[in-house]
């Protein structure tokens, strides 16, 4: 038997020991009529139940390793610690409550070993797949919504399932991985780029021991974790939001400054300082907020050339809602309307603008050029996880090879 195992199981746990004999027996059963050399990670978070004791006398008989978190608590931190110490050329993630069967890991793995996969789930909702009978109508509506949410992420029917698997060469450098909550797949599906999900279908059990440890706080979590993704996916639809946001703003403190001004300046200069006034705030909130990652500085130079972005956006909205109006036969009667498409375009071509030309990436270069060395590793290297002090973690020696 190779001492390197094909496959490591990673698998988060808290407070599950009494599913754990259960699990292991089934897994090794599983893993060794299919003659796939496992190893089996447990990552607990110090659940101060038999769990230590339990994995002791199962790493006797099984290729068993647990790892004891003191230092922090969450399920897709001690998935990522698992997928960190893992040996395997292929991960499969699960839980340990027995809702997954471990009879399907061998089926989890054979897509990836083949090459017809690059991330393949233990799916639900695929034909063949099916949940306990007595799921509460909750958790069901619970899952579709969720899964609804990330479809721009993915169209695997089931990425919440939580049963997973991924070659180990397709994992990137963890420390860039930043979920929170409980969606580690997702976050590996849409960061690791992987392309081909393939969906083998699996029946899901309920838990037979023990409480389910996923609150309403892991939803809400969700959502901020989908929001992160969807800006990684997607970098210039949320900043394209933002831009909108920041040129919203600035059109209120625009009308704000001319009404004030008006009576005092009279119309002319008035205006010109409502105009002058909205282009500063918006310089501003778009250097600070919209393009904060390219690091731009405030600067005479980027000012102006967001003046004249913005004054070649005006020209635009201008010739094109005159343009529409004259030649375009359903315009004519339509002068709100042509503006309307008018300021859109404009919007458009400012925001390439200021993208390319006024905070374009270079500029983030010449930043970071200009730092001391020190100060740009510290930031590019973000730990993941808080140093482990090494009496916190229990890990038992693997035995041998299923
Ligand atoms: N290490 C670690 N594991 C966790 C943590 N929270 C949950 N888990 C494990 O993650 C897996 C999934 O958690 P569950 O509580 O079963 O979540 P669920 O499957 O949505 O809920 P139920 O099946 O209804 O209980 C289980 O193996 C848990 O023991 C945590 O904070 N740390
Ligand atoms: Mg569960």
């Not at 199962?58 to 790892?67: H, K, M, Q, Y």
């Not at 409550?97 to 799916?123: K, R, T, W, Y």
């Not at 399932?161 to 979920?179: C, W, Y």
């Amino acid at each position: 038997m190779n001492s390197t195992p094909d496959l490591t199981v990673v698998v988060p746990t808290y407070q599950e020991a009494e599913n754990l004999p259960e699990l292991v027996t089934r897994l090794f059963a599983a893993v060794s009529s299919a003659q796939v050399a496992t190893e089996l990670i447990i990552v607990d978070d110090n659940s101060g139940d038999a769990t230590v004791e339990i994995c002791e006398e199962l790493s006797r008989t099984f290729p068993l390793r647990l790892i004891t978190r003191t230092d922090e608590r969450g399920l897709a931190t001690a998935v990522m610690r698992g997928l960190e110490e893992a040996c395997g050329r292929y991960i499969v993630v699960m839980d340990a409550d027995l809702s997954h069967p471990p009879m399907s890991v061998p089926a989890l793995m054979a897509p990836l070993e083949s090459g017809a996969a690059d991330f393949v789930i233990g799916s639900r909702y695929v034909h063949g797949g099916s949940v306990a009978e007595d799921w509460s109508l909750w958790r069901f509506v619970n899952s579709k919504v969720a899964t609804f949410l990330a479809v721009g992420l993915t169209t695997a029917k089931d990425p919440m399932a939580g049963f997973f698997a991924i070659r180990r060469s397709s994992l990137v450098d963890l420390s860039t991985l930043n979920p929170c909550g409980y969606k580690i797949g997702l976050e590996l599906m849409v960061r690791c780029g992987c392309k081909t999900v393939v969906e083998v279908p699996i029946h899901f059990a309920d838990r037979k021991h023990g409480e389910s440890k996923l609150n309403l706080r892991e939803q809400w979590l969700y959502i901020q974790h989908l929001t992160r993704l969807y800006a990684f996916r997607y970098p210039d639809v949320l900043r394209f939001a933002k831009f909108a946001a920041v040129g919203v703003s600035g059109l209120v403190v625009d009308l704000m400054t001319f009404r004030a001004s008006l009576p005092g300046l009279g119309l002319a200069a008035a205006r010109a300082l409502g105009i002058g006034t909205a282009m500063t705030w918006n310089y501003e909130w778009n250097r600070r907020v919209t393009f904060a990652g390219t690091g731009e500085q405030r600067s005479v130079g980027s000012y102006l050339r967001f003046c004249t972005a913005c004054l070649s956006g005006a020209v635009l909205s201008w010739t094109t809602s005159l343009g529409l109006m004259n030649v375009v036969d359903a315009f004519q009667q339509r002068p709100v309307a042509a503006a309307l498409v008018g300021t859109c375009v404009a919007a458009v071509v400012n925001y390439a603008l200021c993208r390319i030309w006024v905070f374009s990436e270079r500029s983030q270069e010449t930043v970071e050029s200009t730092l001391p060395e020190a100060i740009v590793a510290e930031s590019a290297i973000l730990p993941f996880e808080a140093p482990v002090q090494p009496d916190d973690q229990v890990v038992l020696p693997a035995r041998k090879a299923a």
